[in-house]
């Protein structure tokens, strides 16, 4: 590996997302956005949802990839995330996230005592993130969730 550039590992729970390396990279840390070049100080940190940059050797146009929180450790030539859920830009289902978001506003407004709203409410969330995220990814702007 180039000492310009920084081995980089996304990892969900389902499966191995990206593995590579990459010139720098963009996370949607906590407290704002981390950005990470080779030789960055080692670092330990939660993730928020958000989309991840990478910025790949010879392209122009990032590799993007959410996720909905995790892990990050960056050590200096190498940084993993470990995420909840981890999705490649390309992957991204703008109707499913759809369909996730009113399914979890149905549960919510149901208010029947066998449905978990914490749950309930954490999948809402997610899929708005979510669909805010396919909104900046594709230049969109929707009503309701931009």
Do not use: C, W
């Not at 100080?41 to 010879?58: A, N």
């Not at 470990?82 to 919510?108: C, G, P, S, V």
């Not at 979510?130 to 702007?141: A, F, P, V």
């Amino acid at each position: 590996m180039s000492s310009q550039r920084l081995h980089v590992d996304v990892v969900s729970a389902e499966e191995q997302i990206f593995s590579g390396e990459a010139e720098f990279a963009v996370f949607p840390g906590v407290q704002g956005e981390i950005g990470v070049y080779p030789r960055h100080t080692p670092l330990l940190t939660h993730l928020k949802s958000g989309t991840i940059r990478l910025k790949l050797p010879d392209r122009k146009t990032p590799e993007l990839v959410y996720v909905s929180g995790g892990i990050l450790e960056i050590q200096p030539e190498l940084v993993t995330v470990l995420a909840d859920t981890a999705i490649r830009a390309r992957d991204l289902d703008e109707a499913k996230a759809i369909a996730a978001r009113q399914n979890a506003e149905a549960l919510a407004e149901t208010r029947q005592t066998n449905v978990n709203y914490a749950a309930a409410e954490a999948e809402l969330m997610q899929s708005v993130a979510r669909l805010k995220d396919i909104s900046k990814l594709t230049g969109k702007r929707r009503s309701g969730y931009s």
